[in-house]
């Protein structure tokens, strides 16, 4: 009971002290899997509305995007990438995991920390998945086998980066900057994206119901698209936890913790984590997680910053963020917290 009012209270407080909830939530959130918010609905922004010639589907599609940006903080994007491409990027994907043989994919484990293309196999209480990890820009790399995977993936990544430029444009709007603000504030063309294309077990294979464990993640946002539904939970400002079932022909959004920073607390990197529990067969996702250049420094921007609201975050490279913990670029590990200036309430 102590745990919850205090939950309360801290989401009762004002910008200052709700860029500590993630903290809060990590070290007091119980992560009971069966208290799913079954009544939540993740809302949907329709990509193509938000540069319709007609301005007040404009205008309302882009307050739709605010809304879900500072409200929720995830959101299901419909009408960004085709479906062919996204059903033709999982296929290139279930190719990888069935077409290789382990000694095969055992060649991208981790051999140095500029690795490009790394592969790895958890299966533990804490974490279970196979998971192939690769630098998708600005330079896309990729296994050599199967053959029918550099091209599958390479639209859908191509097509991808399409949108995230065009996300970049909507979110600087609703923000309050000139469309191209986001952009050139993380240097998008020159963006450090790493994929993670995983690979659960069913439920009766794993160790543990865990298939990755509680985190946010670094960067501007992070693009998902999966097999099967069920596995992704979300925390929401509530607290609650809710699972993801991504529509058909929609991509799922969650903001990242850079957009946070760079807002100073104003958009939020929400924590996730995987669940098995529910896996009847093997389920694959892959999740892009689209980052400024690694030369570029991220701090609050001056416009969310005044005597009320002072930067609630160090600013330094994305590169540095990313290394913060020890580990490699291509690990993509948040840093979130430890960037976090301490205050006092």
Known sequence: MANRMLGQECFDLKSK????????????????????????EIPTIDYSSLFSENHDERAKSLEHLEKACEEFGFFYLINGVEQSVVEGALKGISDFFELTNQEERSEYLKKNPMDRIRWGLRSHA???REYLKIVAHPEYHCPSKPASFRGAIGEYFKRMHEVELGLAKAISKILGYEETYIEKEFKL???FDVSAMNLYPPSFQSKGSIGVPEHTDPGFFVSLIQDVNGGLQMLTHKGNWVTVNIPRNAIFINLGDHLEILSNG?????????ILDKNEVNRISMATLHGPSLDTIVA??????????PPAYRGMTYKESLEFNGSDEIDVQSSLSQLRIPFSL
């Open 126 to 128: 804490g974490e279970n």
């Open 17 to 40: 002290a709700i860029s500590h909830l993630h903290d809060f939530f990590l070290n007091s959130i119980n992560s009971d899997v069966s208290a799913i918010d079954l009544c939540y």
């Open 266 to 274: 104003k958009y939020k990197s929400h924590i996730h984590q995987v």
């Open 300 to 309: 609050p921007a001056s416009r969310f910053i005044d005597e009320s609201h």
């Open 189 to 191: 063309e020159a963006g």
